[in-house]
């Protein structure tokens, strides 16, 4: 199974953190299911920006980018060329580490 490593964020993951998920899941589905409570204010549709995150290690091992996902990037906040919605991120059998960036678009945050 695939290791993601996340850089720490203050909010999300103050000290980081590794975690697996079988390939074939969304970085954000296995951000979720182990209690990294990334926002996806359009509950992974590919609608928003709010799961954006920067792949600093893996990109290339990720399922490929669609053209909705790239139109949809260029609103992320702290976009970076290896950026990715974490919903439309799916993990194939190599590790990945990724960067959850300080801000999204949300300017509203639910808790979700």
């Known amino acids: ?48 920006t ?14 490929e980018m669609d053209e909705s996902e790239e139109d949809l990037l260029d609103r992320a906040w702290g976009l970076a060329p290896t950026s990715r919605l974490s919903c439309q991120a799916i993990l194939s059998n190599q590790d990945v580490t990724i960067e959850i960036p300080k801000y999204t678009i949300n300017h509203a945050r639910e808790n979700h």
């Open 50 to 63: 709010t799961c954006h995150v920067v792949v600093k290690e893996g990109f290339n091992s990720l399922g």
């Open 1 to 48: 199974m695939p290791v993601i490593r996340i850089l720490p964020h203050a909010t999300l993951c103050p000290e980081g953190g590794s975690i697996q998920a079988p390939a074939g899941t969304s970085l954000c589905e296995a951000l979720l299911e182990n209690g990294i409570a990334i926002e996806h204010a359009c509950d992974m549709s590919s609608a928003c």
